[in-house]
């Protein structure tokens, strides 16, 4: 995987980044912040009135970065000062290959679910 994101790298050499992601669960356009004791929607879309009351199928599919493989160029990082740049290429995953391992019992739950020893 890590070698096919290189490669997309190589063959987009205007992308400042490359990012992996996959397709969100959820969608932003029914989310909701407060404003004093009130809801307000978090997104808006120009050409739907109301994305928060409409069938989650006609909105646009969203992606969640899911911080396995992201590739910088070296000019992104020294000439403009960021780690992803203005052109961040997306390397859309399967969610079966993206795990997000924050404690050891994460590490644990993954062993048990794929029966591999993590200490190796």
């Known amino acids: 995987m890590i070698d096919k994101a290189i490669s997309e790298m190589i063959n987009h050499p205007e992308a400042d980044s490359l990012r992996s992601v996959i397709l969100a669960e959820q969608t932003p356009f029914k989310m909701w912040k407060r404003r004093g004791d009130y809801l307000v929607p978090l997104l808006k879309l120009e050409d739907v009135k109301e994305p928060y009351n409409s069938p989650r199928q006609i909105l646009p599919k969203v992606f ?4 396995c493989i ?13 780690m992803t740049g203005d052109k961040i290429l997306g390397f859309i995953m399967d969610k079966k290959y993206s795990i997000d391992i924050d404690s050891k019992e994460d590490i644990n739950q993954l062993k048990n679910k794929y029966e591999v020893n993590a200490e190796h």
């Open 64 to 67: 969640w970065q899911n911080a």
């Open 70 to 82: 992201d590739i910088v160029r070296p000019a992104t990082i020294f000439k403009k000062h960021s």
